[in-house]
């Protein structure tokens, strides 16, 4: 039967649209209104000092865009504006200094695309498949172009004295968020960014300066970034010792676990995302990323990790970037056990979550990057599960 | 090469900033406070969200217990437990507590919290105060408890550069189902959304912050008024009054006694209190009183995680002191 959509004269196609002036900063159209962060209310106290996730299951390409991408803060998300911002750099330097934000743009800037995935990402699946979905399990990252000034710029004029082995960064909001960062890294490719895909940075993610700490934990990409203190060592802040470390089976803690390793995720089909379709030709889409480096490749397997497959990475792999991989199959209409699995540059596999349980026991909380399993069943629902 | 962009930092400015403070103690501010005096404090200022004896309320942390838990299921970790160092503390309360009011204590206070915080884990006797000069004298049980990052040995195994692609297991078994725990946040329909909108829209618009007639000619005691700014206090970390205030963890209490329930503009109340509102709740004497007696028990689901007010006394004081606020 000929289909109406085509043979007669729809509205849209008679009628007129919008003027330019509808909306001078775009929204997306109502119809994607689903397409939300979402919190857990279960998992903290309020909603300040609190978590949402990223809707990775309904995004493709690897740019997360500002207004969906996953937020946590400590204290809520401050307002301060430019003409209230100051960068203060002392401790062991030349000379201390303070920044305005007229100031950092004065500076030669970098743009890079990075990752931050917060080190909790998947926490809530430790002790078993727990959440619905890619968004829950996985979405506590983001991956954007960030514009801004290397932090060894800002260093190097305030000039740093040998006797500086640490930077100690903060924020300027209630809970500063304070952590201790290796000399050597803050040399190296940290960045302080003001603006993120093209845009000022949103207030959730650190208006007008944030900390960019490319393969580290989100904790440590300080937000509202208002000072920097050379130090000698570490200042042990609550977010580097009771916080962000890594309890193992023996009672002991792993602290300054800051590299995220490599991890990657089926975003589609998933239980947010079913098949509709039926039989026939699928795209199996997901994300890889890793904190040591590029993304080399990942594998699919649609039994449950038997045998696997490699997948088509969309674009090769950049440093500490996401990176979009497709399998196109020919589905059959059978039961899967949808994995799948990243390899990184420094030869690092994603393990499965019974590998990481043997080293690290049972009450981790942060740091889990095991293998994913949806189960997609006959009529194309997937459920998150474990497998044997 | 240097560009000479910036300005050099004032001692007073970095004095003002320069808060943090290192495991050796560096960085902090003279002064002492004892255990007496931070059971006080910590009543008045810290008990809300963490419970009198630094036993945690609802999901707000515990400070104190689970001492010998850390190689079991569930660990319980409290400054006591698991903290390594007592700088941690101290920074910590200094610059970020009370959550909502950071940055609003002395030296002394701080001092004083912390000592009653270490007492609350038994690490202390009641007597003890904690000072600048002591203060290193302290090591907390879990000092040793860490180690540096040891991935890239301890998990050596997972760097293989020959990853399995056929044939790597015989059998696979379903072991676990999230379906079964049934914890995912349901996802509302995008219809329900909008009607709740609109219904939203239709509640604003009714009359709503008419105060019965009665109640709006009360003269105010100025001695009532007083007590209840003191008793204030408590509600303070979350709740802001007067010109300019915002909501923060809870909503702007300006006008609030008479007002009709959850009508803070941008304020996200809990399902129990936007149900409570749908109903036609006022805020009036009686129903104030009893939501401050005991919050929970007056509304199952309400996010103010405040125990309540114990005496009468002070719940009518708090009354008269919110009808003496107004944002004007």
């Keep these: ?388 | 090469e240097k560009l000479g962009l910036g300005r050099p930092a004032l001692p007073v400015e970095i004095a003002a900033w320069d808060l943090d403070v290192a495991p050796d103690g560096t960085g902090l501010p003279e002064g002492s406070g004892d255990v007496f005096t931070g059971e006080e404090i910590f009543a008045e200022k810290c008990a809300v969200c963490h419970g009198d004896f630094a036993e945690g309320v609802g999901n707000w942390p515990k400070l104190a217990g689970g001492q010998g838990t850390l190689d079991h299921d569930d660990p319980l970790k409290t400054v006591g437990s698991y903290w390594p160092y007592l700088s941690t503390t101290w920074d910590y309360v200094n610059r970020s507590m009370p959550f909502g009011d950071a940055q609003s204590l002395t030296p002394d206070e701080v001092y004083a919290i912390v000592a009653y915080i270490l007492y609350s884990n038994d690490l202390v006797e009641d007597d003890f105060e904690l000072s600048k000069a002591t203060f290193t004298d302290v090591e907390l049980p879990n000092t040793d408890g860490f180690i540096i990052d040891d991935r890239l040995e301890a998990e050596a195994h997972f760097w293989t550069d020959e990853p399995c692609m056929a044939n790597c297991k015989d059998s696979v078994e379903i072991t676990m189902r999230a379906r079964v725990l049934d914890i995912t946040p349901e996802v509302e329909v995008t219809k329900a959304t909008a009607a709740e909108a609109e219904a939203d829209m239709e509640r604003a618009e009714e009359p709503a912050a008419i105060a019965p007639a009665e109640e709006a000619v009360v003269v105010l005691d100025a001695e009532l008024v007083s007590k209840g700014e003191k008793t204030f206090k408590k509600c303070k970390s979350c709740h802001q009054v007067g010109e300019g205030a915002k909501s923060k963890t809870g909503p702007v209490l300006n006008n609030i006694i008479g007002a009709s329930a959850g009508n803070v503009e941008g304020f996200r109340y809990s399902k129990a209190m936007k149900a409570a509102a749908a109903d036609g709740l006022i805020w009036n004497e009686t129903e104030m009183a009893a939501f401050l007696a005991k919050p929970k028990k007056y509304m199952k689901g309400t996010k103010m995680s405040f125990a309540g007010l114990k005496k009468d006394a002070e719940i009518d004081a708090v009354i008269a002191y919110l009808r003496s606020v107004s944002g004007r």
């Excluded at chain 1, 201790?180 to 940290?190: F, T």
């Excluded at chain 1, 603006?195 to 937000?223: C, T």
Aim: aromatic share 8%; with cysteine; net charge negative.
């Design chain 1, 1 to 388: 039967t000929p289909d109406p959509l085509i043979t007669e004269v729809q509205d849209w196609a008679s009628g007129l649209g919008d003027g330019v002036d509808a909306t001078p900063y775009g929204l997306p159209i109502e119809y994607e209104a689903d397409v939300v962060r979402r919190n857990v209310e279960w998992l903290t106290a309020d909603t300040i000092s609190s978590i949402n996730f990223t809707p990775i299951h309904a995004l493709d390409g690897t740019i997360t865009p500002q207004g969906c991408a996953f937020e946590r803060h400590h204290s809520g998300a401050i307002e301060l504006r430019k003409e209230g911002y100051r960068l203060m750099i002392n401790g062991l330097v030349d000379t201390p200094l303070v920044f305005t934000y007229a100031d950092l743009e004065r500076f030669p800037r970098e743009n890079r695309v990075y990752f931050c995935e917060c080190a909790a990402n998947s926490g809530m699946e430790w002790a078993g498949a727990q959440l619905n979905g890619a968004q829950f399990t996985h979405g506590m990252i983001h991956n954007m172009e960030y514009s801004g000034v290397s932090l060894r710029t800002l260093l190097e004029e305030a000039g740093v004295n040998p006797a500086g082995k640490w930077v100690y960064v903060e924020g300027a909001d209630a809970s500063s968020n304070g952590r201790s960062i290796p000399l050597e890294k803050a040399m190296d490719d940290v960045l302080v960014a003001f603006k993120a895909n093209g845009e000022a940075l949103r207030k959730e993610h650190g208006y007008p300066v944030r900390l960019v700490v490319p393969g580290w934990e989100g904790n440590m990409w300080i937000k509202w970034l208002r000072r920097i203190e050379v130090t000698e060592g570490p200042i042990e802040s609550r977010e580097e010792t009771s916080k962000y470390t890594d309890t193992l089976a023996d009672g002991t803690s792993r602290k300054w676990t800051w590299e995220m390793d490599a991890k990657s995720v089926v975003t589609s089909p998933s239980p947010q995302s079913p098949i509709k379709h039926g039989v026939g030709p699928l795209v199996i889409s997901g994300l890889a990323w890793s904190g040591r480096g590029a993304i080399t490749g990942v594998d699919v397997s649609v039994d449950g990790g038997k045998s696997w497959t490699e997948a088509r990475l969309a674009a090769p792999g950049t440093d500490k970037a996401l990176t979009r991989f497709y399998l196109d199959i020919n589905w059959d209409g059978s039961e899967m056990l949808l994995q799948s699995r990243a390899r990184d540059a420094s030869g690092y596999v994603q393990p499965t979550k019974a590998q990481l349980r043997e080293v690290r026991g049972l009450n981790s909380i942060y740091h889990n990057n095991a293998i994913q399993t949806w189960w997609v069943k006959t009529d194309g629902e997937a459920e998150n599960v474990e497998v044997s």
